[in-house]
């Protein structure tokens, strides 16, 4: 079959993803994007021109501006063919707004769409979804007129290599109650364990997460690049995820066993059937257990090749695979 033309619609009423390679903004949507953009000919981006922020030149031509007013429009419902005129040229339609439907009117096009958190309610009209470990995240359906399709959620590997580590906890993503921030704070500075703490407070949460930070045992930097996440990554002795939520393995933690950083987590979503004890990271049900899985990564005991080893089944051309995957097997169809 001929090579397929993939359209991706940021339809967010505010831009908050940038798809560049070396990100300030965190998260699995524009991980995906990024890859597909920088991977595949034959795909085409239309967002927020914010979005389009240190995107390489030769990558820039495949990018459009969407404004605030044109995804309202396509929100409500508005024929995409009246917005984007090339739009009809497309085999594939992607996009994780999972509560709208892209109202596509006199033509035909494949639309795609993925959950972006668990529980969110998937519109009725969206019969191609997209999840990631789809035995784990289980958005709310609002009729059982949908396909589901188990993708991966994937990123570049380096090269193994070995990093001194140095004692502390790196924990990079949304600081947030779902993600239970606060609680490690709380036990990283009771127990005087050091511990960086790096990307966006949501606002409600700010007061609670706050106060366990004191700048001695427990820091605060805010939100990050790229390259002062890998800096901090490689000496760290631990990455720790108390999600409360079930949701697949993060991207964030993912990024972390790249660098042969063992993983503690909790007992729900994805982490059970990933994590093994004492090989790539620990599952911790209380504080106890944590503090017992901490002395091990602290004092090295989990070897960093068998983090790396463990990522690879995640890689960023395993993901982009199983997109294509699922869009050729509907295009044959």
Known sequence: MAVMKILYLDLGLEPIEDYNRFPKKYGGARSVVSSLLYNLDNFELYADEKCFEGIEENILKKCHTLSLEQRQKIREGVALDTIISEAKNFDILLHHSTNVYVNTFNFKINQFVWSVGWGEIIEPRNKYVLLFDKEIQNPQFSSANHTIYDIILGLPIPKFEEYKKEGYIFNCCRQTKLFQSAKLAEICQKHKIPAIFAGPIDKD????????????????????????????????????????????????????????????????????????????????????????????????????????????IYSEQKMIDSFLKVFEYILNK
Request: aromatic share 12%; proline share 5%; hydrophobic share 40%.
């Open 205 to 312: 949460y700010e007061l609670e997460f706050l106060q366990y930070i004191d700048d001695k045992s427990t820091q605060y930097i805010g939100i990050i690049d790229e390259e002062t996440k890998i800096k901090l990554s490689k000496p760290a002795s631990a990455h720790v995820m108390l999600q409360t939520y079930p949701i697949s393995v993060t991207l964030s933690a993912k990024q972390a066993l790249a660098y042969g950083v063992p993983i503690l987590a909790t007992p729900v979503g994805g982490w059970p059937a990933f994590i093994k004890n004492a090989y790539n990271g620990f599952i911790v049900r209380n504080e106890e257990h944590f503090l017992m899985a901490w002395g091990f990564c602290k004092n090295n005991k989990v070897q960093q090749k068998n983090c790396w080893d463990s990522i690879q």
